[in-house]
């Protein structure tokens, strides 16, 4: 690629790791020829199965919340 500047795509899905159809997409994303023509970020999101009370719910939300808008403003995606 030319010393052209890399679209930034931001991608919200459960972590790599987790066995679920959204992950194996995202994975498949990652190693596909989009990854050499943007740069593509992995935002996690989801519970993932945990069984949480709704006040741990609420704090997780938040938290993703802010940690989003942290991200945001540092990478400053072209599309999310």
Do not use: C
Not at 28 to 48: D, T
């Amino acid at each position: 690629m030319t010393n052209a500047r890399r679209g930034k795509i931001l991608l919200f899905g459960p972590a790599l790791t987790a066995v679920s159809g959204v992950s194996t997409h995202l994975n498949q994303l990652f190693a596909s020829p989009l990854s050499e023509r943007y740069q593509l970020v992995h935002f996690q999101v989801g519970r993932e199965g945990r069984q949480e009370a709704t006040v741990g719910r609420i704090g997780r939300l938040l938290w993703s919340m802010g940690n989003l808008l942290a991200v945001l403003l540092q990478d400053r995606p072209d599309v999310v």
